[in-house]
């Protein structure tokens, strides 16, 4: 019997190859939650909050006048605030669930569905980090957005006509904005061809398009952007705008609150990979040198044109680079990071000493001329720093699990301006029709003497500072 024991066990070992070649195999280990990542999406959260509370409040506070102080801090702290409680209700399902090309569904409202165990992709075949995690980091997106505008007709507006706006434009700019960009079937979904066409099909119309968007260049910037230069244009000039000095009241505080920014864009842009490795690395170092590229750039073009070069100037530079390189950080390489730095420094100091007064319109904190203009540069930049040529990653395929042989730098360049387009018109027209029913509705503006006397004591009864 001892000579036959070998001959069985390999008819037994026969037997089960069979079967697993006739599917019987055990399924495949399901994806497992790394907690490197969960920690880095949650710290990169984190991250997020302080560019807005405090650091885009400051930013933007310190450009006003002193008797307007207050209200800034008010309306980015209660705008972020509003627009969080939106998210979990119904932006998050809207944005990030399977509908239409420009809508998700409303499966997810009210976070329906959501456990401790529910899980969302990531950009790798088999990593996924918590649903919770992921609701989280998107809702810090959604916050800020909406926040960026007010700096386009701060000093002038209604605290109420803000939050009624916001209101309208989070719904219908921003959440199917998002949807467009952002919402995809996940890696796992791309087996095949067959299979990455199935669920192509089921992605946001500009996912579908090929637009390129890491972090929010079409999302954030130009959706914001865009959205205020049509406020400012509607709401009209600052009463003494170009008689009256309108200088900031404390550019040091504009500093603080543009250090708290680059810092914490870290999360922004880092956090945007979702995971922590080494493409994650390349971010970070895109990030910080696009960063400083555009600091200096801004400085240059300031030194040159005015003989001075400011620390406004310097701040200002600094969020540029930060604007420009956050659609493209995860497809550009170092040199190609500084190169979008230093374009965007330059082009943005014309937009706001040249392009505005040759425009006409009162941007008072400059919220199109940074984040419209550089969103856009960013945008369409992408499609040149993402050339394997010029140093860039190329464009990752899924079915085969790398990077495609050939990269189409013209093609790519289509697909990006397809972003830009979408944006700029969809943010537009939403602009107008939201500026208008909230001018029938409350109105816009505030009266000449709440102007005068500010803010912060006409409209909230109390004063940043006391004599």
Same mark, same amino acid.
């Given at each position: ?26 399924? %495949? &280990? ?56 939106? !998210? %979990? ?56 957005? &909406? ?44 087996? /095949?061809?067959? $299979? ?16 390129? /968007? ?12 865009? $959205? ?19 200088? &900031? ?8 609150? =543009? ?43 300031? !030194? ?27 497809? =550009? ?16 100091? !014309?937009?706001?000493? +040249? ?7 009162? /941007? ?22 993402? +050339? ?41 027209? @939403? ?9 029938? @509705? ?24 006391? /004599?």
């Amino acid at each position: 019997m001892k000579q036959h024991k070998p001959l069985i066990a390999t008819l037994l070992a026969l037997i089960l190859l069979s079967f697993a070649h006739l599917g019987f195999a055990d399924p %495949a &280990p399901a994806p497992t939650v790394n907690k490197g990542d969960t920690a880095w999406v949650m710290v990169s959260t984190v991250l997020v909050i302080l560019m807005i509370i405090p650091g885009l409040a400051l930013f933007y506070g310190g450009m006003v006048r002193a008797k307007n102080m207050l209200s800034i801090l008010m309306q980015v702290f209660v705008i972020f605030s509003m627009t969080a409680l939106l !998210w %979990a209700i119904y932006g998050y399902s809207i944005a990030f669930t399977e509908g239409n090309a420009f809508f998700g569904g409303l499966s997810k409202m009210f976070l329906a569905g959501v456990t401790p165990d529910s899980v969302a992709a990531t950009f790798s075949k088999g990593v996924v980090i918590p649903e919770y995690a992921y609701i989280a980091f998107q809702l810090t997106f959604a916050g800020i957005t &909406p926040a960026l505008i007010i700096g386009a007709f701060a000093e002038r507006v209604k605290f109420s006509a803000i939050l009624l706006y916001i209101l309208l434009w989070f719904t219908f700019a921003y959440l199917p904005m998002a949807h467009m960009v952002w919402y995809w079937a996940g890696p796992d979904a791309y087996t /095949d061809a067959a $299979a990455a066409e199935t669920a192509g099909a089921t992605a946001g119309f500009l996912f579908q398009k090929g637009a390129l /968007d890491f972090a929010g260049g079409t999302v954030v910037h130009i959706n914001a952007g865009i $959205a205020g230069l049509v406020g400012c244009i509607m709401v009209g000039k600052r009463i003494g705008y170009k008689k009256e000095s309108l200088a &900031p009241h404390s550019v040091t505080l504009t500093m603080v609150g =543009a250090s708290l920014l680059w810092v914490g864009w870290f999360g922004f842009n880092v956090g945007s990979n979702l995971e922590a490795n080494g493409l994650a690395a390349m971010v970070f170092v895109n990030t910080l040198l696009a960063t400083a590229a555009a600091t200096l750039s801004w400085v240059a073009a300031e !030194w040159l044109m005015r003989g001075k070069p400011s620390m406004l100037g310097g701040a200002s530079g600094a969020i540029a680079g930060l604007v420009a390189i956050t659609p493209a950080c995860g497809w =550009a390489g170092p040199m190609g990071s500084i190169f979008l730095g230093l374009l965007v420094g330059a082009v943005c100091f !014309w937009s706001v000493s +040249s392009l505005k007064s040759m425009l006409g319109y009162d /941007d008072s904190l400059d919220a199109f001329g940074v984040h419209g203009v550089g969103g856009i540069i960013g945008a369409l930049g992408t499609a040149v720093v993402a +050339s394997p040529a010029l140093g860039g990653t190329g464009i990752w395929d899924y079915v085969t699990n790398a990077v495609a042989p050939e990269y189409d730098m013209v093609g790519q360049l289509i697909n990006q301006a397809w972003g830009v387009g979408v944006a700029v018109v969809w943010s537009g027209g @939403v602009s107008i029709i939201a500026y208008k029913l909230v001018d029938m @509705v409350i109105g816009l503006r505030v009266s000449e003497e709440v102007e005068r006397i500010g803010l912060d004591v006409s409209e909230h009864g109390e004063s940043a500072y006391h /004599d």
